[in-house]
């Protein structure tokens, strides 16, 4: 399957560089299918086929994993005039400023109806992270990482619950929240991508397909605040090992917050 994986990843870093070139002329957000290649990814690297589906009920490949891919290069905000701006533009469109607002909280979107309802039918969740290795528009890497989640794990089950109870189907996950590390996701793939020219030199290395404890994260002390803050000095300074999740902890309503600010629709022309 090695040739696979490393067609995919050309592919997604030649996408993106297109989108650089694009950028300046067209204001237009990165072209490549952000889900379809985590998708395919997760495919090749477990040695499986799709579901042969798009949307609906079915899982994300025939061995049933449910694969959430999530991109951190998204379109940013001039700080002078509000305007949106695609990732790799260096000038606003509107006004011609260089100084930029970046957003990194995309999230990964759980139905916690499906998560229960299908459970027994369910293998795991596979949450891809595509990060920039700097929030500039000449970026030269990107960097994917591939998370496996375990679906009984004891805190993931208590956050979709509490999703459940609270009347909203949709848990938006960020990759970078307590949430996300007290799940216990085993980092299983790493991947760096060259978007400095048509032509990537991309490298990858698979760590484990399985859940294994050595690739989990140790949770950092700092990410227990809002709803876990009373929590915060029972956390050892090196940190919270969530796979022995010794204090038993489990999800609280209202733990991930907004950060996103009001919508604005400023990136129109004026008429």
């Known amino acids: 399957m090695s040739n696979i994986i490393n067609l995919i990843l050309d592919e997604i870093s030649r996408s993106f560089y ?42 994300d490949t025939a061995s049933g994993h449910e694969v959430k891919t999530v991109c951190k290069i998204q379109s940013k905000s001039c700080k002078h005039c509000s305007c949106k701006n695609a990732f790799f533009t260096s000038v606003c469109h509107q006004c011609g400023g260089a100084d930029f607002k970046y957003v990194d909280d995309s999230r990964a979107g759980i139905s916690s109806k499906s998560h229960f309802r299908y459970k027994n039918e369910l293998e795991s969740y596979i949450i891809f992270d595509i990060v920039p290795e700097n929030y500039s ?25 509490v999703q ?44 484990s397909h399985c859940y294994d404890k050595a690739f989990v994260p140790i949770v950092e002390r700092r990410l227990f605040n809002r709803n876990y803050k009373d929590l915060f000095d029972k956390i050892p300074k090196e940190g919270y090992n969530s796979v022995v999740n010794s204090l038993r902890v489990v999800a609280r309503k209202g733990t991930h917050g907004k950060r996103r600010g009001n919508v604005s629709r400023k990136n129109l022309s004026q008429r």
């Not at 299918?33 to 799709?50: N, P, R, V, W």
């Not at 009984?152 to 208590?158: A, L």
């Not at 990759?175 to 991309?202: C, H, M, Q, R, W």
Request: hydrophobic share 35%.
């Open 18 to 59: 297109v989108s650089k070139q694009l950028a300046e002329n067209l204001n237009i957000a990165p072209i490549v299918d952000i889900g379809q290649a985590g998708e395919s990814l997760a495919c090749a690297l477990f040695q499986t086929k799709g579901s042969g589906t798009n949307g609906g009920m079915s899982f």
């Open 137 to 161: 528009h000449d970026v030269k890497q990107i960097n994917i990482t591939g998370w496996i989640i375990n679906k009984d794990n004891e805190f993931f089950n208590s956050m979709l619950r």
């Open 164 to 207: 459940a109870e609270s009347g909203s189907d949709s848990k938006n996950l960020l990759t970078t929240s307590v949430e996300f590390y007290l799940s216990a996701p085993s980092k299983f793939f790493e991947a760096k991508l060259d978007i400095s020219s048509d032509t990537g030199n991309n490298t990858y290395k698979i760590n």
